[in-house]
Structure formats: structure tokens, C-alpha cells
């Protein structure tokens, strides 16, 4: 079986697949538009990616493929409705890179509230300005909002437990189990947790273009912090920069609307010139332990498709 990885990919689990048989074509450098080149060349039956889109024309490129492996929770990124039509199913990584994004949205939020960018940036000038940097809230008993309860979203509660907030949730299509034992109150309504919250987090899969707009952001406290290491698209981010200059709400931000390729060298976008915005260069994922538990399920769903023809994790079904 030839697997064609278009990403970036642990070389010891690339080396497992190949002590197992399979046919190894990696080519990290491959995006959207080479992509289905690629394929046509190789007539991979599984194309692995991590950030690279799979479109219609890369599903059509080879009549050998029979699986596409997101290497990651979402899979936004790949045209989940032209697979199925086509025979192809389509499986990601759920709860592998949980505990790494969390980690993330946790340092962002403690960033926020204790400047530490803006400590770095002026100790980096050869400036002192302990007088302005001490005046940070505090974390202890304020209220952090996670806006979905999957699992991301826990893993922050379990970490903002651990720092002593109180949490609220809300998560319509949450399977309440899930949270048995932890300590968060539900609200149904997302403008009543916004008014409620301290913090707010972001923890859900594409959705509503825009769905965070003006209206939501009026709704939170002022000088509330916002964190988003989720979607870029589910932003308003003209509505959040009024937010931030006429609220004093602070957010930090780690997916944009207008994100620049992987490899790009700059991002020029109103969003990065705002002071009360933190933002991160997307990533959540990226770290060597979530890294390298994506890339071990991955072999896992490979391993079982060759076994058996069955698809784990599947999301077209």
C-alpha cells in the first residue's frame, strides 16, 4: 500500500510504516495546488496531511485512493462531502493534540492578565516599567466562559480549575457524562455567559462565519479577556478591535480570517497592529508531544485499514 504524506511527519513513525510494508512517499512542502499533482503522479491509496487542503481536484487525481487521514482533530480543511460521493473516507486524530492547544489557550490567558509580552518586549528596549506591569487582576475566583465542552474545552476547565476559577460552559451538544465530576455550571445561552465571564475560550469546530460579532463582544464585561485557539472564521475581528479599543477588552488570538500560508515570511493584517491583542503564529497543535500522539494514531488507522479495510475515526460516513 503507498501512503503519500504531504505534511510534516515524525521520521520514526514514518520509518514504522515502512518497517510494515507500506510505501512511503513523503513531500512536506506540498500544498493545496501541488497536492493533486502528487496524487496523480503517485496514485497513493492514503494521503496524510496535517494543514494541506485536499480539494475536489486532488480526491479526482488517482482512482487508487481510498482514505485521507486529517493528522489533527479538525478536518475543515478537507472536502469531507466530494470524498464520500467518491468512495473515500476521510479520518482525523480526535483528543490527540487536546492537552497541547489547552496549553496554549492557559499561557495566553496568563500572558494577558500579566503582560508578558509587552514585559519582554520593553525589557528587550532596556526599559523599567515595573509601575505599569503591576497591575494585573489575577486568576483566583474569576469566572473563565468555554465555549465547547469537547475535548479541548475540558482539559482548559481542568486547568482553570486548578488555578482556582469558577467555570461556566456552554456547549449545546454536549453529552453531560462527559463532565460528571467537574465543576461547571451550564448556561443555554452564549450573550449570558459573555456577560457572566472573566475570560471566555473558544473551543469549537468551524462554524458561523463571523458568529463572534459585535453583538457578542458587547456582551462581555469590560476588560474582559478573549481567547480564541479554535477558528479564525468564526471571528468578527473588525467587531473584536472596536471591542478592544472602546472596551478595553484584551484577547489573545492564535487562528486568523485572513491566516497566511504555513510557510509564509510576514502577516499583514489590521489584527497584528492592535496593542491590546496578543497573537501566536497557529500553534496550538504544535507541540512534540501532540506531534508525535497525532502521528501515532495515524499508523493506527493505516494499520487497521490494511488489516481489516475498516476506517477508525471516520467523519464521512
Not at 500500500?1 to 510504516?17: Q, R
Not at 496535517?50 to 479526482?60: F, G, L, Q
Not at 478591535?241 to 492564535?254: N, Y
Amino acid at each position: 500500500m503507498k501512503i503519500l504524506i504531504a505534511d510534516k511527519f515524525p521520521p520514526h513513525w514514518m520509518e514504522e510504516l515502512k518497517k510494515s510494508g507500506f510505501d512511503i512517499v513523503f513531500d512536506a512542502a506540498l500544498d493545496e495546488n501541488t497536492l493533486s499533482d502528487a496524487q496523480a503522479k503517485e496514485n497513493a491509496e492514503v494521503i496524510i496531511v496535517r494543514s494541506t487542503k485536499v480539494n475536489a481536484k486532488t480526491i479526482d487525481a488517482a482512482k487508487n485512493l481510498k482514505l485521507v487521514i486529517r493528522a489533527g482533530a479538525g478536518f475543515d480543511t478537507i472536502d469531507t462531502a466530494y470524498a464520500k460521493e467518491k468512495g473515500v473516507a476521510v479520518s482525523n486524530c480526535p483528543g490527540t493534540n487536546s492537552i497541547a492547544v489547552a496549553e496554549l489557550a492557559l499561557g495566553l490567558i496568563l500572558s494577558l492578565d500579566r503582560r508578558i509580552a509587552d514585559n519582554v518586549a520593553d525589557f528587550r528596549a532596556g526599559k523599567w516599567n515595573k509601575s505599569v506591569y503591576s497591575k494585573a487582576k489575577g486568576l483566583y475566583g474569576r469566572t473563565i466562559g468555554i465555549i465547547g465542552l469537547g475535548n479541548i474545552g475540558r482539559e482548559v476547565a481542568k486547568r482553570a480549575a486548578a488555578f482556582g476559577m469558577k467555570i461556566v460552559g456552554f456547549d449545546p451538544y454536549l453529552n453531560k457524562d462527559l463532565i460528571k465530576g467537574m465543576d461547571i455550571a451550564l448556561v443555554d445561552d452564549i450573550l449570558e455567559l459573555a456577560k457572566q465571564s472573566d475570560v471566555i475560550s473558544v473551543h469549537t469546530p468551524a462554524g458561523e462565519k463571523g458568529f463572534y460579532n459585535e453583538a457578542f463582544f458587547n456582551a462581555m464585561k469590560a476588560g474582559a479577556y478573549f481567547i480564541n485557539t479554535s477558528r479564525g472564521s468564526l471571528v468578527d475581528e473588525a467587531a473584536l478591535i472596536k471591542a478592544v479599543e472602546t472596551k478595553g477588552i484584551r484577547a489573545g488570538i492564535d487562528v486568523y480570517q485572513n491566516e497566511p500560508k504555513a510557510d509564509a515570511k510576514e502577516f499583514i493584517d489590521p489584527i497584528t497592529k492592535v496593542a491590546g491583542i496578543y497573537g501566536t503564529h497557529h500553534i496550538g497543535a504544535s507541540t512534540d508531544q501532540a506531534q508525535d500522539a497525532v502521528a501515532e494514531m495515524a499508523v493506527e488507522i493505516i494499520k487497521e485499514f490494511a488489516k481489516s479495510g475498516n476506517f477508525l475515526h471516520q467523519v464521512n460516513k
